[in-house]
Structures are given as structure tokens and as C-alpha cells.
């Protein structure tokens, strides 16, 4: 499966100028993808107010993802702020190349900023099927609870992360990642944004790729970038076969 990671710096909180830079940079890949992975509300940064630029499920940026994904015959994923009965989520989409979708409604809520005053928590995890692939994507503040993204009853092959993440704890950012790709003996991809925001946060991005041993596929990107990699499942199947450290893992259960 061929995948891109698209790392690049939003406009604040404006939607049609970040749908034509991404409809660009999808345009100007140079090889056909399966998969194309956006950080995380990669249409407007990551807001606060989300009361001036929140829509449906039929708002724009949706539509836009659903008309890329049909256009390009492209699986297409990243994160966005919806109103949903009066409620906002930072909700995941993940759109098939037919148009269709699955959404994940980010779990964690970043309670040092106070998203946890302004969104509502997602109770369920996502485990999408592609390919032949089952794919656990994950926003952002979730790396940071590992019990959240264990590989217990539901199995995965690839976990993703989009993100909002801030230099100053990017040195979490790496390390939590190859934690989560050691001990879940899987594929990690993560695609945060570059840039600065409106609160003077800076973004080198950190996009990367890990493999199911915690080998760097694709080391840490430094701001706009976007990558292409082909992804393979028999290592991972040989070597959870293998070593089996997934059959000594803890059972439990999320309440």
C-alpha cells in the first residue's frame, strides 16, 4: 500500500485557502497513493472558537475530502472541527475512494489548552479495514495514553497519529511514538503540521514513520513536506509470528 504524509502550516482558521493548498499538494504528488494522510484539523489550525468556522458533515471540508477521495481514487484521513446537535468534536475522517467514511471522535481532550470546555470526547476507537489492512488512527493527545491504543482484542496493522503538536514537547512526541510502534508490534505513521500558529506556537512537524520493530521507515520531516511510502505486511507478519510478544500482552478491558 502506497501512503502519503502531507506536513504543512495551515491559515488560521480559513478553510477555502487550506482546501486549495491541500488540493495542490495532492495534485502534485508524483505517483498514484491509496492512502493520503492530512494532520490534525488540517483545515484550520487547531482552534478554540470553534463556533465562527465548525460545520456538518456536509460542510465544505468534508465534501472536499469526499470529492478528492472519488476524484483520485484515494483513501483520504485527517481531522476536523464539527457541530454536531449543538456539540462540538475534533472528528476524524477516514473517506474511501467511493465516498464513504468513518469517523473517530478524538478521546483525549488536551486539558491544558481547554479542550475539554470546548469539545465533546469521543468514547469509541476506530478500527477502519482498507486493503487488507486494518488501520487505528488516533488525534493527536491520544500518544500520550498508551492503555488507549494497546493492541488487546482489536487487532491492527497500522496505528495513525494527526496532530497539533508544538515543538517545545516534540521530544515526547518521538519517543512516545516509537513506544507505541514497539510495543503494539505495529506500523506507525504520524503527520503533525508545520508552521506557527495564531498563539505564536511553533511547528518543525516531526511528521515520520516507524515500522513494527521501532526502525525510523521515514526519520522525523522538517516543515512543508510531503512523502510517499510503500508499506508491506508480510514483515510484520513474520516477525509478530515470530517473536509473539503480542500473545503475553495484559487482557483487559476499557470501561
Given at each position: 500500500m502506497?501512503?502519503?504524509?502531507?506536513?504543512?502550516?495551515p491559515?488560521?482558521?480559513n478553510i477555502d485557502a487550506?482546501?486549495?493548498?491541500?488540493?495542490?499538494?495532492?495534485?502534485q504528488?508524483?505517483?498514484?497513493?491509496?492512502?493520503?494522510?492530512?494532520?490534525e484539523?488540517?483545515s484550520?489550525?487547531?482552534?478554540?472558537?470553534?463556533?465562527?468556522?465548525?460545520?456538518?458533515?456536509?460542510?465544505?471540508a468534508?465534501?472536499?475530502?469526499?470529492?478528492?477521495?472519488k476524484?483520485?481514487?484515494?483513501?483520504i484521513?485527517?481531522?476536523?472541527?464539527?457541530?454536531?446537535?449543538?456539540?462540538?468534536?475534533?472528528?476524524?475522517?477516514?473517506?474511501?475512494?467511493?465516498?464513504s467514511y468513518?469517523t473517530?471522535?478524538?478521546?483525549?481532550?488536551?486539558?491544558?489548552?481547554?479542550?475539554e470546555?470546548?469539545y465533546?470526547?469521543?468514547?469509541?476507537k476506530?478500527?477502519v479495514s482498507?486493503?487488507?489492512?486494518?488501520?487505528?488512527?488516533?488525534?493527536?493527545?491520544?500518544?500520550?495514553?498508551?492503555?488507549?491504543s494497546?493492541?488487546?482484542?482489536?487487532?491492527?496493522?497500522?496505528?495513525?497519529?494527526?496532530?497539533?503538536?508544538?515543538?517545545?514537547?516534540?521530544?515526547?512526541w518521538?519517543?512516545?511514538?516509537?513506544?507505541?510502534?514497539?510495543?503494539?508490534?505495529?506500523?506507525?505513521i504520524?503527520?503533525?503540521?508545520?508552521?506557527?500558529?495564531?498563539?505564536n506556537n511553533?511547528?518543525?512537524?516531526?511528521?515520520?514513520?516507524?515500522d513494527?520493530?521501532?526502525?525510523?521507515?521515514?526519520?522525523?520531516?522538517?516543515?512543508?513536506?510531503?512523502?510517499?511510502?510503500?508499506?508491506?505486511?508480510?514483515?510484520?507478519?513474520?516477525?509478530?509470528?515470530?517473536?509473539a510478544?503480542?500473545?503475553?500482552a495484559?487482557?483487559?478491558?476499557?470501561l
Amino acid at each position: 500500500m502506497k501512503i502519503a504524509l502531507i506536513q504543512y502550516s495551515p491559515v488560521w482558521e480559513n478553510i477555502d485557502a487550506n482546501l486549495q493548498t491541500l488540493t495542490y499538494k495532492i495534485n502534485q504528488l508524483e505517483s498514484d497513493v491509496d492512502l493520503v494522510v492530512l494532520p490534525e484539523m488540517f483545515s484550520t489550525g487547531f482552534s478554540m472558537k470553534p463556533e465562527p468556522i465548525a460545520e456538518t458533515e456536509n460542510g465544505k471540508a468534508v465534501q472536499w475530502m469526499i470529492e478528492i477521495a472519488k476524484s483520485k481514487q484515494v483513501a483520504i484521513t485527517g481531522s476536523l472541527i464539527i457541530e454536531e446537535n449543538k456539540s462540538y468534536y475534533n472528528r476524524l475522517f477516514f473517506v474511501f475512494p467511493d465516498g464513504s467514511y468513518k469517523t473517530y471522535n478524538k478521546k483525549h481532550l488536551f486539558s491544558l489548552a481547554g479542550e475539554e470546555k470546548i469539545y465533546e470526547p469521543g468514547s469509541e476507537k476506530l478500527i477502519v479495514s482498507y486493503k487488507d489492512w486494518n488501520i487505528c488512527p488516533l488525534i493527536c493527545y491520544d500518544l500520550r495514553f498508551p492503555v488507549y491504543s494497546r493492541i488487546v482484542d482489536e487487532a491492527y496493522d497500522l496505528l495513525i497519529y494527526v496532530a497539533s503538536w508544538p515543538d517545545q514537547r516534540i521530544y515526547a512526541w518521538d519517543s512516545l511514538l516509537k513506544a507505541r510502534a514497539i510495543e503494539n508490534m505495529s506500523f506507525v505513521i504520524a503527520v503533525n503540521r508545520s508552521g506557527e500558529d495564531a498563539f505564536n506556537n511553533n511547528y518543525s512537524g516531526h511528521s515520520q514513520v516507524i515500522d513494527y520493530m521501532g526502525q525510523y521507515l521515514q526519520e522525523p520531516m522538517i516543515d512543508e513536506q510531503s512523502v510517499i511510502l510503500t508499506f508491506e505486511k508480510e514483515g510484520l507478519v513474520k516477525a509478530r509470528n515470530r517473536f509473539a510478544f503480542l500473545n503475553d500482552a495484559d487482557k483487559f478491558k476499557l470501561l
